[in-house]
């Protein structure tokens, strides 16, 4: 299993703030809203007409979540809240979460690594901990989400209307399953599409679907442009 994206922290220091994920286009092709679908080409089955109301941002990120614990609470619970952060940050959109460490604890010990699990509405999502040699008074930290990321199809419909629906009107999306465990940071081989014309031809444009430590990500992480 590949390595994917890495946290590092100091202990008693929260890790990571989630955000939102970009999206990409083709630089190539001008996207006019009104242009007209295309007659030929391959089209996607999912229609998408409207904005997902669950999609998460980084305001309401925290509401998805249990309380934030205390500065005084033990590591290994902070820990685990952060690692659920990220899990639902990566999802999109909320759901119902729970996490543990083997063991029951994360070990403090340099170079051991301790694996967690998030479950995220049932899926298991991996996770690890690793503390490096102290440096004075300090514990370095890297959490590191073992390659794996969290796809959830409203995130995909919802992000590919929000980042989209101001540069083509038909917008479109391949099936795909409602909750699924991915690679991180690679082609998912799903797709969002919209109607695009180039040197005045109409034609679908494909967009790659991918996750990052953000959530979904369309293309090469870049806005789309109207022309």
């Not at 890495?6 to 994920?21: N, P, S």
């Not at 040197?199 to 430590?213: I, L, M, Q």
Request: glycine content about 12%.
């Amino acid at each position: 299993m590949g390595i994917g994206r890495t946290f590092l922290g100091i202990a008693l220091v929260a890790l990571v703030t989630a955000g939102c994920g970009g999206s990409g286009s083709d630089d190539n092709a001008s996207r006019p809203a009104d242009t007209a679908p295309p007659k030929s080409g391959k089209e996607l089955p999912v229609a998408i007409t409207s904005a997902e109301p669950g999609l998460l941002t980084v305001k309401t990120l925290l509401r998805a979540l249990p309380p934030k614990p205390a500065d005084d609470a033990a590591f290994t619970e902070r820990v685990l809240w952060t690692m659920r952060k990220q899990t639902v940050a990566m999802a999109g959109v909320p759901g119902k979460t729970s996490a543990a460490c083997g063991g029951g604890k994360v070990s403090e010990k340099p170079g051991v690594a301790t694996r967690c699990t998030v479950t995220y509405n049932g899926l298991k999502v991996p996770w690890s901990i690793r503390f490096d040699e102290p440096t004075g008074d300090l514990k370095p930290y890297e959490i590191t989400d073992a390659g794996q990321a969290v796809l959830t199809a409203k995130s995909v419909y919802g992000r590919f209307w929000r980042e989209y629906n101001r540069v083509s009107k038909h917008l479109r999306c391949g099936r795909m399953p409602d909750l699924e465990l991915v690679p991180h940071g690679k082609d998912t081989g799903h797709r969002g599409q919209y109607a695009s014309a180039v040197d005045g031809e109409a034609r679908w444009a494909d967009v790659p679907v991918s996750v990052g430590e953000h959530g979904v990500v369309f293309g090469n992480g870049r806005s789309p442009r109207s022309s």
